[in-house]
Structure formats: C-alpha cells, structure tokens
C-alpha cells in the first residue's frame, strides 16, 4: 500500500464521517455526489497537462489511467464530499442561526 493509498484511506473515512453525520436527506447527498463527480471530471484533464510541464511528480503513484495516478481523482474526489458535507452543515446551521435572529428582531 503506498502512501498516496494511506491519504486516500484516511480522507475517505474522513469524508464518510462527514457525509453521515452533515447530510440528512437523499437529496443533499445526491446534490454533494453530484458536486464531487463535476470537481473530479473537471480536475482529471489537468492533472495529466500539469504532470507533462513538471508542475509536480508523484514519487510512487501506483497505477495510472491515461497517465494520470488513480490516487489524484479519487483524492479530489474524497475532498469534495468532505468540503461539501461540512459546507452544507455549516450552511444550514448559518441558516437556522439567521431565522432565529429575524424571530427576535419581530420578523422583519
């Protein structure tokens, strides 16, 4: 196992935590699924064009589609869902935080 699979374990566990306890109805995981599939997509055709100018290098990334580490899309991938759990959390306790200060204020 190498170590980029060990980053990639931790931040899945990770993500799972947060897509558990943040998320409360099919449709914001869909809509975090959805999120994380367009970040991944959206990210895997620079991944290979920043590899070839040498904008980084992978010491062992395991095995490769098209050039790009598999490690790197499932990386994004986990990344998203945790950054978009936690964001929609936080949006929602935002929220509620919000109508509970227009209920003190009379409404307005």
């Known amino acids: 196992m190498t170590r980029y699979s060990v980053l990639n374990l931790g931040v899945g566990i990770a993500a799972i935590i947060a897509l558990v ?3 409360r109805s099919r449709r ?4 975090v699924l959805r999120t994380a599939i367009a970040v991944a997509l959206i990210f895997f055709p ?9 904008a980084w290098a ?3 990334p395991g095995p490769r589609y098209l ?3 598999l490690n790197d ?13 936690v964001l929609l959390r936080l949006d929602r306790n935002a929220g509620s935080r919000h109508a509970d200060a227009e209920s003190e204020r009379g409404g307005d």
């Not at 914001?28 to 809509?31: G, K, N, Q, T």
């Not at 899309?73 to 759990?85: E, H, K, N, Y």
């Open 28 to 31: 914001e995981i869909l809509a």
């Open 21 to 23: 306890s943040c998320v």
């Open 67 to 69: 050039g790009v580490p």
């Open 73 to 85: 899309p499932i990386l994004v991938f986990l990344c998203t869902v945790l950054t978009a759990s």
């Open 46 to 54: 620079w991944d290979p064009f920043l590899l070839h100018w040498r």
């Open 58 to 60: 992978h010491n062992d």
